[in-house]
């Protein structure tokens, strides 16, 4: 039962110290594994696809067309995420296939949901928690004006040194000027 609530306190301090964004990373690694095995397993319709047609400048001319090869990315167009799936070149096109996440985009505004509620707080109770913690501050912040006066007008001046100040070191005055010829 210790064990049970050590570790139940430990998990509410990690996520009120860390935030909600470990919980969004896991979320986030297991919708890209399952993505992965859907991608692999090619369990997603044609009407899923999004292709990308990109133009190469290719030093030379190619007519063979090369079979399609798997990548692995996202990309990330008019707000909506997609997970790249196969590239082929043809000619002088790059020809991109990617497929529509879903999940990707369900998980990011979910996280945004928590940090605004986070930050704001639920419907309706930023009234009450406003007076709790103004009832807090009050008890942990004094209100007293205080006023620092600062003494700088009122130090002496040091008196003027007999030595005059120069900006150049007394080593300076010792270099031979011009240097020396050496004879070899």
């Known amino acids: 039962m210790k064990r049970l609530l050590i570790l139940g306190s430990l998990s ?8 909600y964004y470990p919980v969004y990373l896991c979320m986030q690694l ?27 400048n290719l030093p030379y001319w190619t007519e063979t067309r090369q079979a399609p090869e798997r990548i692995e990315g996202q990309i990330r167009y008019n707000n909506e995420y997609y997970k790249l799936y196969q590239q082929e070149v043809i000619g002088d096109t790059l020809l991109v296939l ?9 998980i990011l505004d979910s996280m945004h ?6 930050i704001s707080g639920l419907p309706g109770t930023s ?15 004094s209100s007293q004006n205080r006023t620092h006066f600062f003494l700088y007008e009122w130090v002496a001046d040091a008196p003027p040194s007999a030595e ?13 000027s011009p240097p020396p010829e050496f004879q070899v």
């Open 30 to 56: 297991k919708a890209q594994f399952e993505m992965k095995q859907r991608l692999d397993s090619r369990a997603f319709g044609e009407d899923e696809l999004f292709s990308i047609k990109i133009p190469l």
């Open 127 to 141: 009234q009450k928690a406003a007076g709790w913690v103004s009832h807090l501050i009050k008890d942990y912040f």
């Open 113 to 118: 949901e928590w940090v605004k509620m986070t």
């Open 164 to 176: 005059p100040v120069t900006p150049v070191s007394s080593d300076y005055f010792l270099i031979l």
């Open 12 to 19: 509410l301090l990690l996520l009120n110290a860390l935030g």
């Open 98 to 106: 990617a497929v529509k996440d879903h999940s990707e985009k369900a």
